[in-house]
């Protein structure tokens, strides 16, 4: 596992990267910042690194880390998207997961200006 701390608005979560390719790739490209933007209950941002797919998700956990491939980003699943239904959690489409979130992932959902967003090697 590749640990990492982000940095969103005000609240610095911890988090693990998995052994995957893709997880790998982003570990190198480390430390990256960029503007978030959110899509319900995610939180994504455009990153340094270009993967295709590595066993893709269409549904993810609370707390997941995923690199979507059609827009290069960096998405943290913390709740519901537009695209879930009662009880699962929907990408826009199908993601990799590279991680997970290893702090109380709800600090997320009181944060109202996410500003940059920075990830680190821990």
Do not use: H
């Not at 969103?8 to 480390?30: D, S």
Request: charged share 20%; proline share 8%; aromatic share 10%.
């Amino acid at each position: 596992m590749y640990p990492v701390t982000i940095k969103i608005g005000e609240a610095t979560i911890g988090a693990e990267l998995n052994q995957t390719n893709t997880a790998r790739l982003v570990w190198e490209a480390l430390p990256f910042e960029a503007r978030g933007l959110t899509w319900g209950e995610e939180i994504y941002f455009r990153i340094p690194v270009e993967a295709g797919p590595e066993d893709p998700k269409s549904v993810v956990s609370l707390g997941d880390i995923g690199y979507w491939p059609p827009g290069n980003a960096f998405c943290i699943f913390y709740g519901r998207t537009p695209a879930s239904g009662e009880d699962d959690i929907v990408p826009a489409s199908p993601v990799n997961v590279i991680g997970r979130i290893t702090t109380d992932v709800s600090v997320l959902k009181g944060i109202r200006d996410l500003g940059v967003v920075r990830v680190d090697k821990a």
